[in-house]
């Protein structure tokens, strides 16, 4: 399986400020993407991130609030702008990797609480 | 509206017990997923299913593909606190990646 490391683990931010997340794969994949966890809930796609391209957003996420950066295929970008106490989740890398079909793994999730 | 429902989306049992966990949709998916998740970390890869009636076993764990790829279970034989986190079942529908989740079970296994 393919190894995600995410940065930082867990933040407690101040609402208006902007948390960028990292996340580093071990290998070189094609496909990576972004989705949020709210608290209690499942998970919701935010976006792919695209390399050497804009990323693409799902319904309900624009890339003012939620700008992706992917400037190469082990490495990506999420930054979370002018929180508020509603953008508290847990936001989670996944990359595509060995598996049958497109088999998705999962980094170990930013969690963040906005006060 | 759902795209993948799952159920239950909570479970208590004794030790020992079988249970079963169901994730429907009306759409078609091209591959199925299921995940278990521990609380503050990220969901863990149990089982990737692509072919309509395929039946993937993990120790005590059985995964079933529906014969039209609309439909999931996972069965838990014999459950051991151990078992005890959120069960999460995700669909592509189009060998896109872009992952679709049931909204989850949470299982607690009392001994």
């Known amino acids: 399986s393919a190894v995600i490391s995410q940065k930082p683990s867990r933040d407690i931010c101040q609402r208006g400020t902007s948390l960028t997340i990292q996340c580093q794969v071990d290998s070189q994949v094609t496909m990576m993407f972004w989705y949020r966890q709210q608290p209690g809930q499942s998970l919701t796609l935010i976006a792919t991130a695209n390399q050497g391209s804009e990323a693409t957003y799902e319904s309900g996420f624009v890339i003012d609030k939620f700008p992706i950066s992917r400037p190469n295929l082990t490495f990506s970008t999420l930054t979370v702008s002018n929180m508020s106490p509603e953008d508290s989740s847990i936001y989670l890398c996944s990359v595509e990797g060995p598996g049958v079909g497109n088999t998705i793994y999962f980094g170990e999730g930013s969690w963040l609480t906005v006060v | 509206t759902q795209l993948l429902e799952q159920s239950p989306q909570f479970l208590s049992i004794q030790e020992g017990e079988n249970l079963t966990v169901y994730c429907n949709s009306s759409s078609v998916f091209s591959s199925l997923q299921w995940y278990r998740q521990e609380p503050g970390e990220g969901p863990v890869l149990l089982v990737t299913?692509?072919?309509?009636?395929e039946v993937k076993k993990l120790k005590r764990l059985t995964f079933q593909f529906g014969d039209a790829r609309k439909d999931s279970s996972l069965h838990i034989t014999a459950a051991q606190t151990g078992d005890t986190g959120l069960y999460l079942c995700a669909g592509d529908r189009g060998n896109t990646g872009k992952l679709i989740f049931g909204q989850g079970t949470t299982l607690q296994v009392k001994p």
């Open positions: 299913v692509v072919t309509g009636g």
